[in-house]
């Protein structure tokens, strides 16, 4: 009985201590800044914790503890945990070279005085890449990139000096992907690997031992569009795009400060992120047509025409039931705090939108494909959310096992007169199967016959296959998004969640003829890889851009007047066969057409409408289009931005910030200004 009370009151002791137990956090550093691999430790216990890549800890201790700082080379430091939950600690060094290794996440220290000590082959080796690495060593670094923190160590992975502006890839890389780190502090690293090291040196090696930190992303080679002679080519002719992944990208970009490559820059894409105040149609076609004629911002020699167009809002609750099949991408590539972290949470922002009526399948792939959610109902959130939080990446990337399963799925269960989409999240790095762009466009073609229309949203960053998703968007009925941050899953997921899923008309073309006796050349701006040849216009078999609820779609074109001189214009011989004559439409600039299919459509349907040649003031909504428009030539160094700044796409943007509800354009103009302030 006694040995009973012992028992239970050592137990309730236990508890009562345990219960006073709090998470105390903070961070480590020294002179340099942040100090990741200390060892924190209760004193009197013999486990403890580490710092990470930005000095930060966690641990739990009650309000008597002592909490110890120790790290090879520095003076221990000592904190009593109180009434505090916060405890930053600065060590000091011991003048003592150290080298820290983590192995498997256990950690082993070797330290010894300052000593002459010979630099091995493989220390020499490095050393050497670091004078040819950009932005490394001693040569002035790169002022297009980075705004990165001047106190960061030097990173090397996997035996390759890693430029700073990829800094944030390494500290964002999955613990399960290293196999060990060795940490060096300034004067063993500098000793070691030179002036580059002179903040200290963090060495990993992971378990593949060939991680491609620098980044690997991938675009489609953009030929941007040249002025065209009228006399020679009357019409342009393209495929409407509603696509917004390219400016979401390039902002991620810039805030990361790295280098943008001109072919991420899609200015179409730009331009159509943001939402414009055309009307709602009144008619029996589900979109409005508007036009504007001005003086071009950038060069007063020509002129700048609006097309725009705004597609039929729908509320939620209107909207036809939806058979949704979701296509993750679990694969090992996918394992990023920025990926499928952030995929689940973003789709979960779709799954809280979804009615009783809707249906929702989850399809998986890694190196194979499966089915980890049958069709549910959108009133079963609870199931739904369930089979997400389960979701872990590992694995190779079967992306085109996964269409193929995905496909079968929303087709076995496919709705008449519904919505039917499959909605593929990746960032679109296969690597097992048919992994081509070729391959992809071949089989998304053979797949778009079946009625099921797609949605393809991006994430991630290094590894980024924007080329290939782009494909499947444009070929597949469907649309792409690029998703860097929850604020950008609920622009797609909420603010457009009707123009994400609900198509309302597909196969949308444009087709532009100018009046030879009012304009000389024309320049469309943007829509490089969405032209289509003159007769393609009038062929339904041909495929083009689909709209959604509520959807925008702008487009400018640049155009110069007869009898205006251009340095971007060469002579042309006068035709010999066709015969100048005057017309009837001298009032007239260009005649603007438009086809397009409902969504279970065969035949196009087709719309005109005439644009009068009368320069106006510019809308608010012209002026903030053309900020952006320059803006994007400015970032691919386009000769036609003229004489363009980037003080001039600034000023633009404000005159065309209008009321900006939701601060995109206000994010626009700061966007700007930090790019600038770094160029």
């Not at 872990?392 to 008449?416: C, D, P, V, W």
């Not at 260009?590 to 349907?605: A, E, H, M, N, Q």
Request: net charge positive; glycine share 8%.
């Amino acid at each position: 009985m006694i040995k009973k009370m012992v028992f239970v009151l050592i137990i309730s002791s236990l508890s009562l201590i345990q219960a006073q137990q709090k998470t105390i956090t903070g961070v480590v550093s020294d002179e340099t800044g942040p100090l990741p691999g200390v060892t924190v430790m209760v004193k009197g216990r013999t486990s403890g914790t580490e710092t990470d890549f930005d000095g930060r800890y966690s641990i739990l201790a009650s309000s008597s503890d002592i909490i110890k700082f120790s790290f090879v080379g520095m003076k221990t430091e000592e904190r009593k945990v109180g009434n505090k939950k916060i405890i930053n600690v600065q060590l000091t060094t011991d003048n003592l070279l150290e080298e820290v290794a983590i192995v498997g996440y256990g950690v082993t220290t070797n330290s010894f005085r300052s000593r002459p000590r010979k630099v091995n082959k493989l220390h020499q080796k490095i050393a050497s890449q670091l004078q040819s690495v950009k932005g490394v060593g001693r040569g002035k670094p790169n002022t297009k990139v980075n705004i990165y923190n001047a106190k960061d160590p030097l990173y090397i992975v996997d035996g390759k000096p890693v430029n700073p502006q990829y800094n944030f890839v390494v500290k964002d890389l999955d613990k399960k992907e290293i196999e060990s780190v060795n940490v060096y502090k300034p004067y063993k690293a500098k000793q070691l690997f030179g002036k580059s090291a002179k903040n200290g040196c963090i060495v990993i090696t992971t378990k593949r031992g060939s991680y491609q930190v620098e980044n690997q992303d991938a675009y489609a080679a953009i030929q941007e569009n040249q002025f065209e002679h009228v006399s020679a080519s009357p019409l342009s002719t393209f495929s409407i795009d509603v696509d917004k992944a390219s400016y979401s990208n390039i902002r991620r970009m810039i805030n990361n400060g790295q280098e943008i490559a001109a072919d991420a820059v899609k200015i179409e894409e730009m331009i159509n992120y943001f939402d414009y105040d055309y009307p709602q149609p009144q008619g029996k076609d589900p979109f409005s047509i508007n036009t504007e004629v001005v003086k071009t911002p950038w060069n007063s020699d020509t002129k700048l025409v609006k097309i725009g167009l705004q597609g039929k809002t729908y509320e939620n609750e209107d909207l036809p039931p939806s058979n949704l099949t979701f296509l993750i991408d679990v694969s090992g590539s996918m394992s990023s705090s920025n990926k499928l972290p952030l995929l689940k949470k973003a789709f979960k922002l779709l799954v809280n939108q979804l009615r009783q009526e809707d249906r929702v399948s989850i399809v998986v792939y890694a190196g194979a494909a499966g089915v980890v959610l049958k069709p549910a109902s959108g009133s079963n959130k609870e199931k739904i959310l369930a089979a997400l939080d389960n979701l872990e990446a590992g694995g190779s990337t079967a992306g085109g096992e996964g269409i193929e399963l995905a496909y079968k799925l929303a087709q076995k269960n496919f709705r008449k007169r519904g919505n039917n989409r499959v909605i593929l999240a990746t960032d679109g790095d296969f690597n097992v199967g048919r992994t081509s762009n070729k391959a992809m466009e071949e089989l998304i073609e053979e797949k778009r016959k079946s009625g099921v229309f797609l949605s393809v949203l991006g994430f991630g960053y290094g590894n980024y296959k924007d080329d290939k998703l782009e494909i499947l968007a444009d070929k597949g009925n469907g649309n792409h998004a690029y998703i860097d941050t929850m604020q950008e899953a609920q622009k797609v997921f909420g603010k457009e969640f009707g123009g994400t899923l609900h198509t309302i008309a597909k196969d949308v073309k444009i087709q532009v003829e100018f009046n030879p006796e009012k304009v000389q050349a024309y320049r469309l701006i943007g829509y490089e890889n969405r032209m289509l040849n003159a007769e393609d216009f009038i062929d339904d078999t041909k495929d083009a851009g689909e709209l959604g609820s509520g959807h925008t779609v702008t487009a400018l074109y640049e155009v110069i007047p007869v009898g205006v001189k251009s340095e971007f214009l060469s002579e042309v011989h006068d035709l010999k066969y066709t015969k100048k004559t005057k017309s009837s439409y001298d009032d007239e600039l260009l005649t603007v057409k438009f086809r397009y299919k409902k969504p279970d459509g065969k035949k196009s349907i087709e719309m005109v409408s005439v644009v009068k040649d009368q320069i106006t003031i510019p809308s608010t909504d012209m002026n903030f289009a053309s900020s952006v428009a320059l803006f994007g030539m400015y970032l691919r160094n386009s000769k036609f931005k003229n004489t363009g700044t980037l003080e001039d796409v600034v000023e633009l943007a404000l005159k065309g910030k209008g009321i900006d509800k939701d601060g995109y354009r206000s994010e626009f103009v700061r966007l700007v200004r930090a790019y600038n302030d770094v160029n």
